[in-house]
């Protein structure tokens, strides 16, 4: 009989989970959320259980114990998490392999060790990681925060010792606000991950984040597939990445990739995963975290080294080797990835929910579509806002770069505002064309004025009247739709050549 792999996630990485699922020839089952009933992932699936989480506070990705009960109901084999919601939940995957199904991840025991920073950032010295320099451990008060932070100089950095995402984090520039700060911090940690300790680091001014893909077995083999430099952030959350980083120098590369796999062999780690660097300005670098789980940005490492990490990740959770060796892994040209989020980069990246009226996505044997949606579909405000991703491989990084600005340009979406036209702004700017910027670009450098035009109004008018022109002449499916998006309508004008 085939093996029935429950995917307890939803949007695109349902899709992708579901692709390689049918690869290994498995079943894929998948919950029905009553907050997103018409979703386009349960196309895809071969069963569909109905969630009815309708008058529940949280969907049916974040209820563990009901869950791995739906999951016996329905002779479940496996629980593959995706990304967010329960994948770094040591007691889900705890709950999992309690009641014999098999947790497509590492061992419960290492997702709450790496899950806790300082409990992490201790096994990395053991490893020989370097770290930034802070408090060995958890401190529990704001004196002590205090005393650690006039040891290792302002400004310092509040971080949530469980947990992620930016939740839990500060930034403290002087004295008299560290208490003020340690308190929002901590409380916000406690509220999300139910923790709320806090360790304190140095806070570097300018980095960029350097992170390297491993993928281990449960026979002790790891290896890494290289890096991905994910700078591109707005309050710590990645808006843009790319495979390899232009930031490394091989000598670089081949340190941080050694140290990965190092660490990783030492903690007894499977399934894939990725650790993480902080990268300053001088060139030095430091370990960050682990993540335990399938990154959003894997498609970039995929499309560089050409190995299937969430097939990778399947067949390691049934016990089969690595059969991948170090020497195997020969990465080929250069990947980015946009992440297509449904937000209002004009204004303060508000979130935008209801209907697409058409989205168009552009096709090409170098692009990559990872979207959860489809002409017709609805964003609601249960979920995060990202509906898609645009992939781009290229030979180099000035190829990538301008495959994806054309692909961007092919992008359209009319009933909703995306970050398509944000991400168009940060291909074309000379900080990121020569690899410069950081972490801080969005902070530092971004402003809404980047996406406006000076010719808009009269752009707009001429756009107005080719739609429908094209619409009264039933020829709306040969021109691509540019509604609500002023960069969109002024690529229309370079287009039609006006």
């Known amino acids: 009989m085939k093996k029935r792999l429950l995917i307890a996630n939803r949007s695109e990485i349902a899709i992708r989970i579901?692709?390689?699922?049918?690869?290994?020839?498995?079943?894929a089952v998948v919950f029905q959320s009553d907050k997103e009933p018409d979703a386009l992932y349960l196309k895809y699936a071969d069963e569909i259980i109905p969630a009815r989480d309708a008058t529940t506070e949280k969907p049916i990705f974040l209820d563990a114990e009901r869950i791995v009960n739906l999951a016996l109901e329905?002779?479940?084999?496996?629980?593959?998490?995706?990304?967010?919601f329960l994948s770094e939940n040591p007691d889900f995957a705890a709950l999992c392999t309690e009641n014999g199904i098999n947790f497509i991840g590492p061992s419960a025991t290492l997702i709450r060790e790496m899950g806790l920073k300082t409990v992490a950032?201790?096994?990395?010295?053991?490893a020989g990681l370097p770290l930034v320099p802070g408090s060995d451990g958890a401190i529990n008060d704001a004196e002590a925060a205090k005393v650690y932070a006039e040891k290792i100089g302002y400004p310092v950095l509040l971080k949530a010792s469980a947990g992620g995402g930016g939740r839990g984090m500060r930034i403290v520039e002087k004295p008299e606000t560290i208490e003020r700060h340690f308190k929002s911090?901590?409380?916000?940690a406690l509220a999300a991950f139910d923790n709320g300790d806090m360790f304190i680091e140095k806070y570097l001014q300018n980095p960029k984040h350097i992170e390297f893909q491993i993928l281990g077995d449960k026979h002790g083999n790891v290896i890494h597939l290289g890096e991905r430099e994910?700078?591109?952030?707005?309050?710590?959350?990645?808006?843009?990445?790319?495979?390899?980083?232009?930031?490394?120098?091989p000598e670089m590369r081949k340190d941080m990739g050694d140290m990965a796999v190092r660490f990783a062999k030492k903690i007894g780690y499977f399934s894939a995963g990725t650790i993480e660097y902080i990268l300053d300005e001088d060139g030095s670098f430091y370990f960050m975290e682990m993540n335990t789980r399938i990154q959003v940005e894997h498609p970039v490492t995929e499309m560089v080294s050409g190995v299937d990490l969430v097939d990778w990740q399947i067949r390691i959770a049934l016990g089969e080797v690595l059969t991948l060796k170090q020497e195997d892994i020969k990465l080929n040209g250069w990947a980015i990835e946009c992440r297509v989020n449904t937000e209002d980069p004009q204004n303060?990246?508000?979130p935008q929910t209801g209907f697409i009226d058409k989205i168009h996505f552009p096709h090409s044997n170098d692009i990559r579509i990872e979207s959860?949606?489809?002409s017709g579909s609805v964003v609601t405000p249960y979920f995060d806002s990202m509906i898609a991703k645009i992939i781009v491989h290229g030979s180099n990084r000035q190829e990538t770069i301008e495959k994806t600005l054309a692909a961007l340009y092919e992008f359209s979406l009319i009933g909703l505002k995306t970050t398509v036209p944000f991400c168009r702004a940060v291909l074309q700017h000379p900080e990121f064309v020569d690899a410069t910027y950081t972490t801080r670009w969005v902070d530092q450098v971004y402003t809404p004025e980047m996406l406006e035009n000076a010719d808009d109004e009269m752009i707009g008018a001429l756009a107005a009247t080719i739609m429908y022109a094209s619409e009264y002449l039933q020829l709306s499916s040969d021109l691509p739709s540019y509604k609500n998006d002023s960069l969109n309508v002024w690529v229309l004008n370079k287009r039609l050549n006006y």
Not at 18 to 27: E, P, T, Y
Not at 74 to 84: A, F, M, V
Not at 121 to 126: D, H, L, N
Not at 185 to 188: C, K, R, V, W, Y
Request: charge should be positive; proline fraction near 4%; glycine fraction near 8%.
């Open 18 to 27: 579901i692709r390689s699922a049918h690869k290994l020839g498995m079943l």
């Open 372 to 374: 959860g949606v489809q």
């Open 74 to 84: 329905h002779n479940i084999d496996l629980i593959h998490p995706g990304y967010g």
């Open 185 to 188: 911090a901590s409380d916000e």
């Open 230 to 249: 994910c700078s591109l952030q707005r309050k710590h959350q990645k808006l843009l990445e790319e495979a390899p980083s232009a930031s490394l120098t």
């Open 121 to 126: 950032k201790s096994m990395a010295i053991e």
């Open 348 to 350: 303060r990246f508000s």
